[in-house]
C-alpha cells in the first residue's frame, strides 16, 4: 500500500474514490487528476497539501457537493452519481464544518443547530432538545440563546460542528476547521475532533494546510497538483511520523 490507498472492501468502506478527476472552465484547469482514495469507517483522514492543491475540490467530490468529471465517488458502496437524492443523502448522513463556520447570523445558536434536523421527522420540541444536548456536548449550553455575532469566534466553529452532527451523520468533513481561530480555540477544536473519533468512531475527513491539525489524525494524504502524491510527511513538532502507509506514528517507534 501506499499513502494514497487503503484498501477496504465495499462493505468496510465509507468513501471510496476510484480514479476521480474533475475539469474545470472548459477543460483549462484539471483540478484532480485521476485520485484513487479509500475511507474506511471510523477512520480519522487528513488531506494535506499546499493553496490550489485540489484539496477543496477533492472534499467537495466526497461531500457529495459536487460530481466528478470521470470516476466515480461511492458511499457505502452506492455510486452518487447513480442516487437519486444526493440533498437526502447529504443532510442525513454527511456533516460539514467550514473554516467560515457558515451561521445564520439572525438565528440563535440553538436555532442554527437545528437547522439540518427539519430534514427529519422530529417535532419542534424534539429539535429544541436534540440542540441543547448537542451544544452541551461541545461546552456551550450557556450560549444556546446567543446570536453568533455574541459568541467567540471558537465558540462559532464548535456550534458549527454541534450542527453538522445535528443528524447523527456516519462521515464529518471538515475544510481548514481552525484556519479562523486563534491557537486556544484552535486546539479546542482538534480536541473535540478528537473525542469524536475515539468516543464515537466517527469517520473524520479534515483538509488542512497545517501539520499541526494533520498530526492529530490517523492518518494522513499530501495532494498536490491534483494528485495524491505517495510519500509521507514528517511532523517534528509534533515528534510524530507519518509512514509510508500515511499512517500517524510516534517518532522513533
Known amino acids: 500500500m501506499t499513502a494514497e490507498t487503503e484498501s477496504c472492501g465495499y462493505r468496510d468502506c465509507l468513501l471510496r474514490a476510484e480514479k476521480v478527476s474533475r475539469i474545470y472552465a472548459d477543460g ?25 492543491s485540489g484539496k477543496s475540490t477533492l472534499l467537495n467530490l466526497l461531500g457529495a457537493l459536487d460530481l466528478p468529471t470521470s470516476g466515480r465517488i461511492l458511499f457505502e458502496g452506492q455510486s452518487l452519481a447513480d442516487m437519486r437524492d444526493l440533498a437526502k443523502l447529504r443532510a ?60 467567540s469566534v471558537g465558540e462559532r466553529q464548535r456550534t458549527a460542528i454541534a450542527r453538522a452532527l445535528a443528524n447523527d451523520p456516519p462521515l464529518l468533513l471538515a475544510d481548514e476547521p481552525t484556519g479562523n481561530l486563534d491557537s486556544h480555540s484552535g486546539h479546542g477544536v482538534l480536541d473535540l475532533f478528537d473525542r469524536l473519533h475515539k468516543e ?46 500515511g499512517r500517524v506514528r510516534p517518532a522513533g517507534a
Open 28 to 52: 483549462a484547469v484539471s483540478a484532480l487528476v485521476d485520485v484513487s482514495l479509500d475511507v474506511p469507517h471510523g477512520q480519522y483522514l487528513a488531506i494535506v497539501g499546499p493553496s490550489g
Open 92 to 151: 442525513r448522513k454527511i456533516g460539514y464544518v467550514f473554516q467560515s463556520f457558515n451561521l445564520l447570523p439572525t438565528l440563535t445558536a440553538l436555532e442554527n443547530v437545528q437547522i439540518p434536523m427539519f430534514e427529519g421527522e422530529l417535532s419542534a420540541g424534539q429539535r429544541a432538545r436534540k440542540a441543547h444536548d448537542l451544544l452541551e456536548a461541545v461546552g456551550l449550553g450557556h450560549r444556546v440563546g446567543h446570536l453568533p455575532s455574541q459568541m
Open 200 to 245: 464515537q468512531s466517527r469517520t473524520l475527513v479534515v483538509i488542512t494546510h497545517s501539520d499541526e491539525v494533520a498530526a492529530r489524525a490517523e492518518r494522513i494524504v499530501t495532494i498536490r497538483d491534483g494528485r495524491i502524491l505517495p510519500s509521507g510527511k514528517s511532523f517534528p513538532s509534533d515528534a510524530r511520523v507519518v509512514t509510508s502507509e
